[in-house]
């Protein structure tokens, strides 16, 4: 006789074994190859079994999940929606601390982080799961599957802040997949870099509610937020979840004062009308700063998306206008290679002052976090 999570464990490797051809191997991402990085690694061969924070105990056996708005209501030997916590006999557990699935060393404007460390590596981690299901994710393979799906490493805190420093990563990047999932594992891992020398910050939806995220924040040095659209209807039918909850986290970690960066994915007649970029970009001058960075990025039909063409070029060009028109500061477009708003123009001169081409930086004019050329002061994280 086995039990119930041994069983899950056995059929989804037979399932898994079809696919396993898609999902991310950690040897080809750690510098030097797989021989030299990741032939010692441990394999996990089971999940993890830590008890949860920030649930509550109901009656008859049943919790309550605290960490996300969905609240998850979860009978025994059952999971919540993100399918990485488990209710046993009234317990929660996170099966996924210390094991991520993914690993990679990107650099920091790759997250895309542009005032954070630039020209500087990030130690990129995530494990399997999501608290939502957005039918345009680039990652849904290991962000759509239960975490027995995937093919586990057996990495703790102090394991993963040591690779960074290893590997001479100033940060450690929680990305790919959903971080606020892994939520215990991200919060231990960014005391351990702290404890190391090196920064943590979380590449997320903020789909998360307040106190667990004033909790986390503390741990935390930057959160770059995907703010997927300015519309409820969006969220509900196209990302599984609520807008009104990210904007709530996104002030609470602008007034915690921790580095903020919001991208905005401009799908073609989704969420790319004119008005909703206006009231958007309206809500952050009036609720955060001007001086938080936005980034427009360019949709690549990819997953359940693919009846959708990549974003027209004008497009982009009209939507930064109309947020410069806002009285946003720093306005980007991503994934439009050599496009003159890669770069960082000062608010006040408007001379570069970082100069990029594609992860590849050139000229720099900052210092001391002051524009080179007018003294105007450059908000960041630049050292």
Known sequence: ????????IRCAQCTSA???????????????GAESAVAGLPRAEDLSHVEARHYRKLDELEVECGIC??????????RGYCGTRENENGKYYTLVYSRPCSLN?????????????????AFSMATAGCNVNCKFCQNWNISQVRPE???????????????????????????????????????????????NNVHSVAITGAYIMPEPLKELLDALDGVKVDLKAFSEDFYRDYVRGELQPVLDAIKIIHNQQKWLELVYLVIPTLNDKEDEMKRMCNWISRELSPDVPLHLTRFHPMYLMKNLPSTPRDTLFKLHEIAREAGLNYVYI?????????????????????????YRLGERNITDSRCKFCDTKIPGVWA
Do not use: W
Not at 1 to 8: G, L, P, S, T, Y
Not at 334 to 358: D, F, S
């Open 1 to 8: 006789m086995i039990d119930r999570r041994k069983f899950i």
């Open 18 to 32: 079809i696919t396993a051809s898609t999902f991310l191997d950690l040897g080809a991402f750690i510098p030097g």
């Open 69 to 78: 708005p969905r609240k998850c209501r979860v009978s025994p030997l059952e």
């Open 105 to 121: 060393i990107d650099p920091i404007e790759k997250k895309p982080l542009f005032h954070f460390l630039p020209g500087t590596n």
């Open 149 to 195: 799906q995937v093919e586990n490493y057996l990495l703790t805190p102090d394991d993963i802040a040591r690779m960074a420093v290893s590997y001479d990563c100033p940060t450690i990047a929680y990305t790919y997949s959903e971080p606020v999932i892994f939520y215990e594992y991200m919060y231990d891992c960014s005391v351990k870099g702290h404890d």
């Open 334 to 358: 991503g994934n439009v290679p050599g496009n003159k708003y890669e770069h960082t123009y000062c608010p006040q001169c408007g001379k570069i002052l970082i100069e990029r081409y594609g």
